[in-house]
């Protein structure tokens, strides 16, 4: 499968972004597509999980705030972020079966 991620950009504190990675072929049925981050020094960290089920799971840091989505006539994993801040400042990666999207830089002003 091949991925494109966009959506990134530079935000304000406490404002929203919404991530999409559009897939060559239909994802609405695969098991664990999610999306993952890597700040600056860290290791990379899942942020959210979708199943085919549509059972999702998200970081504790990002509960509440982020909402994954899928969409079976686009064939898009969609990430909507709220209430950011700087710590949610990272390159924001989808993965799909394996593959890595190319990553997509958010970045949360103070």
């Known amino acids: 499968v091949q991925l494109q991620a966009s959506g990134g950009g530079l935000v304000q504190a406490g404002g929203s972004l919404r991530l999409s990675c559009a897939a060559s072929?239909?994802?609405?049925?695969?098991?664990?597509i999610g999306w993952y981050r890597q700040a600056p020094g860290k290791e990379r960290e899942l942020v959210a999980d979708?199943?085919?089920?549509?059972?999702?799971k998200y970081a504790e840091s990002v509960k509440g705030r982020f909402t994954i989505s899928r969409n079976g006539l686009k064939n898009t994993l969609n990430l909507q972020m709220n209430s950011l801040t700087s710590d949610d400042t990272a390159v924001y990666y989808c993965?799909?079966?394996?593959?890595w999207g190319q990553g997509t830089l958010v970045t949360v002003s103070s």
């Open positions: 993965l799909i079966e394996s593959q």
């Open positions: 072929r239909n994802i609405f049925s695969l098991n664990h």
């Open positions: 979708i199943t085919g089920l549509g059972i999702t």
